[in-house]
């Protein structure tokens, strides 16, 4: 039996796509991402809409929604009909950042900053004219922020802040911007240099 979702977080539709460490990381995510959701938006999820793959249909999940109180609701494998809302979100998303890092030249390494860019942007974006407001609105009350809005892999530069800096050495490593910090009000930056990522306010 289907049901609608008439209010925020009621029904979680979720579906995986991109590279996964191990296959058990599904499951420590999905857990997180419930647990601080419902505690930072004081909302209470009741269904989730998933498939039967093992990355969802294992004992974790089973345990942690038997004690929330979450009703899970499966759809038939290899019917992506029936679980439309996450698929045609999911290949937006993958489209978005295949184009995203080819445009750009950019290795696929960077998959992960790419799609959670788009998926940020996307979330302060209105993508439903039904509803006239983006979903950050929707969830938040408040209209968002997008004034610290920058192009996906536009230069910037990292303050140098080694100790051995010298007064005849640069002061800064070129970079490029590829998204927001989840824990704080910062860039995330590709360092082209030491090809390492890190967050920055500079």
Not at 11 to 36: T, Y
Not at 128 to 144: A, I
Request: glycine share 4%; proline share 2%.
């Amino acid at each position: 039996m289907a049901f609608a979702s008439n209010k925020p977080l009621y029904l979680l539709h979720m579906d995986l796509c991109g590279p996964m460490r191990v296959q058990n990381e599904a499951s420590e995510v999905i857990v997180s991402f419930i647990k601080k959701t419902q505690v930072n938006l004081q909302l209470q999820v009741q269904r989730v809409r998933i498939d039967n793959g093992t990355e969802f249909k294992n004992k974790t999940l089973a345990k942690f929604f038997d004690e929330v109180g979450i009703t899970q609701q499966f759809f038939a494998a290899r019917t992506p009909q029936q679980n439309g809302v996450v698929e045609r979100r999911n290949r937006t998303l993958v489209e978005a950042v295949r184009n995203m890092l080819t445009f750009e030249n950019l290795s696929s390494f960077l998959w992960v900053e790419a799609i959670a860019t788009s998926c940020f942007k996307q979330n302060h974006s209105i993508i439903h004219k039904h509803f006239d407001k983006t979903p950050y609105e929707l969830m938040n009350k408040r209209k968002p922020n997008i004034k610290f809005f920058c192009v996906f892999r536009c230069r910037c530069y990292l303050l140098n802040d080694y100790e051995d800096v010298g007064k005849l050495k640069a002061k800064g490593d070129i970079g490029v911007f590829v998204g927001y910090s989840k824990e704080s009000v910062s860039f995330i930056i590709y360092n082209k240099q030491t090809r390492k990522i890190h967050e920055s306010v500079n």
